[in-house]
């Protein structure tokens, strides 16, 4: 049997931000008019992650008639944090993992949050389950279905590149509008296997999950230098190989060396520092000093890259998907809730979602 996998959450939100306009309003129209009641965001409650979402599901059932599609939904990232927080204890790292996201979150987030439970109980009336494993965060449960699976094709419905790593002769994502994107498309378009994807990760980090990679390491960076080498801890092996006489002709500096360097500054009119949460303990420090007086000449990203070592594991740890979940059997469910699911439609104004509901709440291939 052929499958489709959906991220949840990554097409529950990217469908809000897409349709922040569409909400629908449960004020009584027919009684006295109240301006100041129209005005009352309050009254008016966010559909456009409903729509799109539904939308979108219906398209695939229409565009992939053969595969069994599941919904994954993040049950939390417990697991990557306790990895984090003896990094974060020590200052490998300035922050846990996803920490970033415990600020103010966009309107369509939070729209998203606000819609979620009414768009669960829409699917729950279709026969398209809804996984959820406890711990367990969206992009591991699927690459553990990819694995429990592997001798059918998979399709991942995504825009998020973590997906890449898993892409293979049985493994395709499936992105926004009619995009797809397989092995070959990966290999052309990076010089690299999707297997080599987590190793790029490693070196650049992400910064929307708070993954600290090396500073200075972006995309092309990365890319380049895993396509030459072929792994971050080849890379770094041949840093050392020829950096470490380099490093013993200029010892590590002390604590009040080390504030100088924390001290210097690059980028102008917006100065940020050139050598962000270094730390006493952190090597190199002496030869990044002799570079900052002319002495030596060393590449930057390459310094950068003996400094931050301590960040290259950790990051590859929190980017690698964990394969080995144990997830349930996908099941045959059977439902025969079509009126219940055109009623939720009915009351939320989702004309165009109510049009598919024979496709929707229909029964998957066997």
């Keep these: 049997m052929q499958h489709l996998f959906i991220d949840g959450n990554n097409l529950g939100i990217r469908s809000s931000f897409a349709n922040g306009d569409l909400s629908v309003s449960f004020i009584d129209f027919e009684g006295d008019f109240d301006p100041d009641a129209v005005l009352d965001e309050g009254s008016w409650f966010p559909t456009g992650a409903i729509h799109g979402f539904m939308t979108t599901l219906a398209m695939y059932r229409g565009r992939f008639p053969q595969h069994y599609i599941a ?54 009336c ?36 973590d997906y890449y790593q898993l892409l293979g002769p049985d ?19 990076f010089g690299i296997s999707p297997a080599q994807w987590v190793e790029v990760g490693a070196m650049q980090g992400d910064d929307g999950d708070n993954i600290f ?5 972006g995309e092309k960076t990365s890319v380049k230098e895993i396509a030459r080498v072929g792994t971050a801890a080849a890379l770094m092996a041949e840093y050392h190989s020829e950096f470490d006489c380099v490093r013993a002709s200029h010892p590590d500096l002390d604590e009040a060396g080390v504030a100088k360097l924390a001290a210097i500054t690059v980028g102008g009119g917006k100065p940020r520092p050139k050598y962000p949460d270094i730390q006493p303990w952190m090597p190199f420090t002496g030869v990044a000093m002799a570079k900052e007086s002319g002495d030596i000449k060393i ?64 029964p998957q291939p066997t």
């Design 71 to 124: 919904v994954v939904w993040d049950a939390g990232h417990a697991h990557r944090n306790v990895i984090t927080a003896a990094a974060v204890q020590r200052g490998v790292v300035p922050a846990a993992y996803k920490e970033n996201r415990r600020g103010a979150a966009p309107q369509a987030v939070l729209d998203f949050v606000k819609q979620k439970p009414v768009l669960q109980k829409m699917i729950s």
């Design 126 to 161: 279709t026969n398209i389950p809804q996984i959820v494993v406890p711990c367990g965060e969206a992009d591991d449960v699927v690459a553990s279905y990819v694995r429990k699976y592997a001798v059918s094709q998979s399709m991942v419905a995504t825009n998020d590149q």
């Design 171 to 189: 493994v395709v994502i499936v992105g926004s509008g009619d995009a797809v994107f397989d092995e070959s498309w990966f290999r052309a378009r």
């Design 213 to 217: 990679g090396v500073p200075g390491w």
């Design 299 to 362: 590449p930057q990203t390459t310094l950068n890259a003996l400094i931050y070592e301590e960040r290259i594991p950790l990051a590859k740890t929190l980017k690698a998907m964990r394969s080995g979940l144990k997830v349930p059997d996908l099941p045959n469910l059977g439902r025969d809730r079509r009126a219940e699911f055109e009623s939720i439609c009915s009351e939320y104004r989702l004309a165009t979602v109510a049009s598919s509901s024979f496709s929707l709440c229909g």
